[in-house]
């Protein structure tokens, strides 16, 4: 997340008209299946990594969460988050996945919403996190599917006249930096494969207790023109992991 895109002005107002910039988690189209992940969070210290507009944080608070911290690399989405979803048990800080303590055994829960896959190193993110969660303590997380960034460039293949004919993919077992086009910016993320982000969270000692391809909610595809394509390819990959109780 060093890149950090979202500090630029012109970036950030295309991101603040999405959906989920505007309507919350209940933008989100894979809310309905993240939430059915998320743990009992009453009495719970939780880390968000790249919180964004803080809607994770707040939702940990009113359910009970004892202290939240959000941490994210842009002043623009801290701002944001500190105006739209402030709580007492939530602390904003500025600062990158990457570059963050992770002190030892200082939260029960670790989330985070599609920011993984702007971090180069998802093994050591892994140890790093199971470092600073309890015995027991649980993560939950979001990324973009390995299908959807394999390619790179993040869009459909059209013909001539704009169809979109299918969903690119190549290069999948070529891991690395991709350069991708988002809302109308080039974006670097790092894709890998699915087998790297399950193993990554096994050999960092997690059990691993869901993994979701989310398909959009029903009313979503009712009520939204084209959202039938999301049915053709994944966009997103959900994991709940569990740290193992201590011996």
Request: proline share 5%.
């Amino acid at each position: 997340m060093k890149e950090n895109k979202y500090d630029d002005k012109a970036f950030f107002e295309q991101y603040s008209r999405m959906s989920r910039s505007v309507q919350g988690l209940e933008g989100a189209g894979e809310w309905h299946e993240l939430q059915k992940l998320l743990p009992d969070f009453r009495g719970k210290r939780v880390l968000d990594l790249g919180c964004g507009f803080g809607w994770h944080c707040r939702y940990a608070a009113e359910n009970g969460a004892k202290h939240v911290l959000g941490i994210d690399l842009s002043e623009r989405m801290l701002a944001e988050a500190e105006k739209r979803n402030p709580a007492p048990e939530v602390e904003y800080r500025r600062g990158s996945i990457e570059d963050y303590a992770y002190p030892e055994n200082a939260y029960d829960v670790v989330i985070s919403s599609l920011a993984f896959h702007y971090v180069q190193d998802f093994s050591l993110l892994c140890r790093n996190v199971a470092r600073c969660l309890t015995g027991g303590g649980d993560f939950v997380f979001s990324v973009e599917h390995p299908v959807f960034t394999a390619f790179g460039t993040q869009d459909w293949y059209c013909d001539e006249a704009g169809n979109r004919l299918h969903w690119p993919v190549d290069r999948y077992f070529e891991e690395g930096r991709r350069t991708a086009h988002f809302l109308g910016e080039e974006v670097v993320k790092y894709h890998r494969t699915l087998t790297t982000y399950l193993n990554s969270l096994m050999h960092a000692g997690f059990s691993i207790s869901s993994v979701v391809e989310p398909m959009p909610a029903p009313e979503l595809l009712a009520a939204v023109p084209d959202m039938k394509e999301e049915l053709r390819r994944p966009m997103m990959l959900l994991v709940a992991a569990k740290k193992p109780d201590k011996e």
